[in-house]
Nanobody, 124 residues
Framework: QVQLVESGGGLVQAGGSLRLSCAASGRTFSSYAMGWFRRAPGKEREFVAA????????SYADSVKGRFTISRDNAKNTVYLQMNSLKPEDTAVYYCAADKGMMVYTTRTDYDNWGQGTQVTVSS
């Protein structure tokens, strides 16, 4: 089991940027594939981005391609989500997730470990 804590959310104007961080406990962070999901008000939790254990494979939702970048630093037990050109429709609670698989996972049910989430609000 790994404990995940997100940070970096906040209020930003449209067109602005934020960087989310997700810090993981334990010494086996590099054995986890990581993902970011979000849940907007009144909507289901949806996939945003995912990265494999070593960072060599990455996947993005179409809605964030070209604007968001996922990365990880295994030495710091942290995964990041750099969000640029933010839009009001990006407003949501953002969650990071971890799974011990060897691939990139884009489905919510693939993940066994979840953080508590961090709120991102983009004003128009």
């Amino acid at each position: 089991q790994v404990q995940l804590v997100e940070s970096g959310g906040g209020l930003v104007q449209a067109g602005g940027s934020l960087r989310l961080s997700c810090a993981a406990s334990g010494r086996t962070f590099s054995s986890y594939a990581m993902g970011w999901f979000r849940r907007a008000p009144g909507k289901e939790r949806e996939f945003v981005a995912a990265i494999s254990r070593g960072g060599g494979s990455i996947s993005y939702a179409d809605s964030v391609k070209g604007r968001f970048t996922i990365s990880r630093d295994n030495a710091k037990n942290t995964v990041y989500l750099q969000m640029n050109s933010l839009k009001p429709e990006d407003t949501a609670v953002y969650y990071c997730a971890a799974d011990k698989g060897m691939m990139v996972y884009t489905t919510r049910t693939d993940y066994d470990n979840w953080g508590q989430g961090t709120q991102v609000t983009v004003s128009s």
